[in-house]
């Protein structure tokens, strides 16, 4: 499975953006997909996951009720609506295919991997 993240930019806090994770391989369709942040200075954070079926999510607690994640799997492509940003949320963001149904929030789970969007919210 090849990942290609798209859609980052720079925004004012309490704006929205919406990323796309394209892929690429008959994987996708039985892959959970997670999206990930990595902040200067930081370790990479878990932000949210779906099933290969699109009927479980989830989400770390400090994007719940602000981000939705979705899948499209006719169009291989993953989507992470980010609602009501904030500085903090500013990062590089990727995108990541895992094939076992474990690990929801630890990257050493994930099988592939796509390069990130950068998201910048100013103040």
């Known amino acids: 499975v090849q990942l290609q993240a798209s859609g980052g930019g720079l925004v004012q806090a309490g704006g929205s953006l919406r990323l796309s994770c394209a892929a690429s391989?008959?994987?996708?369709?039985?892959?959970?997909m997670g999206w990930f942040r990595q902040a200067p200075g930081k370790e990479r954070e878990f932000v949210a996951r779906?099933?290969?079926?699109?009927?479980?999510?989830y989400y770390a607690d400090s994007v719940k009720g602000r981000f939705t994640i979705s899948r499209d799997n006719a169009k291989n492509t993953v989507y992470l609506q980010m609602n009501n940003l904030r500085p903090e949320d500013t990062a590089v963001y990727s995108c990541a295919a895992a094939t076992r149904p474990v690990g929801v929030g630890i990257p050493g789970f994930y099988d592939y991997w796509g390069q990130g969007t950068q998201v910048t919210v100013s103040s």
């Open positions: 779906i099933s290969w079926g699109g009927g479980t999510t």
């Open positions: 391989g008959r994987t996708f369709v039985s892959a959970f």
